[in-house]
C-alpha cells in the first residue's frame, strides 16, 4: 500500500500557540488526503479531505479557522491546529485514498497534548 | 441509530481460538467494506478488504459480507496474543467516496 508520513509524532504546546502537522506521501501522487481526529477510547472523527491545489472540504462542526489545512502541492498536506486549547489534546491522523478506490492508508499519527 | 456499528467489546478469547467481530451498517447502497487493526496509540492498518456477498480468506483471516443483512464480519483463526487491538469495520458507498467507521471492537487474546 502506499506510504504515507507523518511528523511530528508528539507534540506538546502551551494553550495559545499553533502547532503544524505535516503529512507526505513517498511514493504516490496524493490529490486527496484525509484529517482525522480521534480522542481516547473513540473512533476516528473524519475533520476535513484535503485537496491539491484547493481548499480543504471540513465536516460540521469542525471549525475551518481553527484548523487550517493546506494541501499545495501533490505530495504535501498540512494541517495546522491554530491557538491550540487543552481541549484540542487529541490524536491526529491524516489518510490518503489510493486512485480511484475507497481503500485508505493511514499516516503514522500526531499526539498533541496542549498544556 | 449509527451509520456503523460494532460492539466495543472488550472480546476476551483464548490463544488459539477463533475470534469473531462483527459490524453492522445502515446505508443499504454501501458497496465497499474494510476491516483496520489499530493497536493502541497507533494509526489502523488495513487487514481486509470485501465487496461482494460471501466469504474472503487472507491468512488466518476471514471476512464475511451478507448484504441483505448489511452485517460484514472478520473471524481471525488460532488467535495469538499479538492480534490484541482494536478492529475498525469502515464502509462506503463505492469508490471515490468517504468510509465511515464503526467504533471499534477491543479484541484480548490472553495466552
Known amino acids: 500500500g502506499a506510504v504515507v508520513s507523518q511528523h511530528p509524532s508528539w507534540v506538546i504546546c502551551k494553550s495559545g500557540t499553533s502547532v503544524k502537522i505535516e503529512c507526505r506521501s513517498l511514493d504516490f501522487q496524493a490529490t486527496t488526503m484525509f484529517w482525522y481526529r480521534q480522542f481516547p477510547k473513540q473512533s476516528l472523527m473524519l475533520m476535513a479531505t484535503s485537496n491539491e491545489g484547493s481548499k480543504a472540504t471540513y465536516e460540521q462542526g469542525v471549525e475551518k479557522d481553527k484548523f487550517l489545512i493546506n494541501h499545495a502541492s501533490l505530495t504535501l498536506s498540512t494541517l495546522t491546529v491554530t491557538s491550540a486549547h487543552p481541549e484540542d489534546s487529541s490524536f491526529y491522523i491524516c489518510?490518503?485514498?489510493?486512485?480511484?478506490?475507497?481503500?485508505?492508508?493511514f499516516g503514522a499519527g500526531t499526539r498533541l497534548s496542549v498544556l | 441509530q449509527k451509520e456503523v456499528e460494532q460492539n466495543s467489546g472488550p472480546l476476551s478469547v483464548p490463544e488459539g481460538a477463533i475470534a469473531s467481530l462483527n459490524c453492522t451498517y445502515s446505508d443499504r447502497v454501501s458497496q465497499s467494506f474494510f476491516w483496520y487493526r489499530q493497536y493502541s496509540g497507533k494509526s489502523p492498518e488495513l487487514i481486509m478488504s470485501i465487496y461482494s456477498n460471501g466469504d474472503k480468506e487472507d491468512g488466518r483471516f476471514t471476512a464475511q459480507l451478507n448484504k441483505a443483512s448489511q452485517y460484514v464480519s472478520l473471524l481471525i483463526r488460532d488467535s495469538q496474543p499479538s492480534d490484541s487491538a482494536t478492529y475498525l469495520c469502515?464502509?462506503?458507498?463505492?469508490?471515490?467516496?468517504?468510509?465511515?467507521f464503526g467504533g471499534g471492537t477491543r479484541l484480548m487474546v490472553k495466552p
Open positions: 489518510s490518503h485514498r489510493e486512485g480511484i478506490s475507497d481503500i485508505q492508508y
Open positions: 469502515a464502509v462506503s458507498r463505492n469508490a471515490g467516496n468517504m468510509l465511515t
